[in-house]
């Protein structure tokens, strides 16, 4: 199992014919995922072509959703345009959107979750580098890899990753891999102060999933949703978790990569993170190269053997 997605997952880029868009496009397609349709306004009717396979486009999700059946959309889409394209898929009554688009204004994604308040669309992102469920093929091809993350790193297995850095989610899936240790999902959520799915929303996901059978949790300065997941780690998972908090040397009040990594309260530092990460059992990684290792130990100390 895995969470989110799957390897039957049908999905629709909306910006394909972009540059961006058209590249992750080719390296979906590449690693198996069933890419059914393009949205691109005023291109309905064209074909997005590559080795052999011919991708319809479409003007609106609406219609590529209809025609196709497909569930999922991710959005390359302009950062002036992105969230009306999110609501496109709400319109459209799609299960997920994966928003990879950078720098979308904090006030409309305010708009958004407003819009989308009560709605069956889940959003991942904005900001993000999407979610990957690997396969059983050569670099685990024949998966579903939703966004920008490298599909040849991951390996099938039963450890979830869930992050808000691109770069570290790629650097815990390839640790993970390097040992022999493969992955359920990974899954980038973003580092916008306004997103759609938290940690802790992940995290219960990882929890009910009985394929997932540990968890690595990566955090970083600013906010408090680290805490909240934490909290909720401490009270109802069993299952081995081990956490990394990136920006323990970043000056207060600077914003440090991502818009929401800001201190601006109390549990918002990396040593307060990491502080209440070992209150509730969560084996921290002292560095990134250490994420592997710190999962391996949680691991050990519960029992469970890990491959």
């Not at 992050?163 to 022999?180: D, H, I, M, W």
């Not at 918002?268 to 990134?288: L, M, R």
Request: aromatic share 4%; hydrophobic share 40%.
């Amino acid at each position: 199992m895995s969470i989110l997605i799957s390897p039957d997952t049908k999905i629709i880029v909306q910006g394909i014919t972009g540059a961006f868009g058209a590249k992750h496009a080719q390296l979906s397609l590449d690693y198996g995922t069933k890419v059914v349709a393009g949205v691109t306004p005023g291109k309905g009717g064209q074909f997005f072509e590559h080795n052999g396979a011919k991708v319809p486009i479409f003007n609106s999700v609406a219609d590529a959703a209809k025609a196709t059946g497909a569930t999922v959309s991710v959005i390359f889409v302009p950062p002036p345009f992105a969230g009306d394209a999110i609501l496109e898929c709400v319109d459209a009554n799609l299960d997920l959107a994966v928003a990879i688009t950078e720098g979308i204004p904090i006030k409309d994604m305010v708009r958004v979750k407003r819009a989308m308040a009560g709605s069956k669309t889940r959003l991942v992102g904005p900001n993000c580098p999407g979610i990957v469920t690997p396969g059983t093929g050569k670099d685990s091809s024949g998966g579903c890899r939703i966004g920008i993350a490298p599909g040849y790193i991951h390996q099938k297995g039963h450890v979830g990753v869930v992050s808000r850095s691109g770069t570290l989610t790629y650097e815990a899936v390839f640790q993970l891999t390097s040992k022999g240790i493969g992955q359920s999902t990974s899954v980038g959520i973003g580092g916008d102060p306004v997103n759609g799915t938290s940690h802790l929303d992940v995290i219960k996901l990882f929890n009910a999933d009985p394929d997932t059978h540990a968890i690595i949790l990566i955090g970083e300065i600013g906010g408090n949703a680290e805490v909240e997941a934490a909290r909720w780690i401490k009270a109802n998972c069993k299952k081995p978790v081990a956490g990394f908090i990136a920006g323990a040397t970043a000056p207060a009040g600077r914003r440090m990569g991502h818009a929401g990594a800001i201190v601006g309260g109390a549990e918002d530092t990396a040593a307060a993170k990491i502080a209440v990460f070992k209150e509730c059992g969560i084996e921290v990684a002292v560095t990134p190269s250490d994420m592997a290792d710190a999962l391996l130990r949680s691991a050990k100390a519960k029992g469970v053997t890990l491959s």
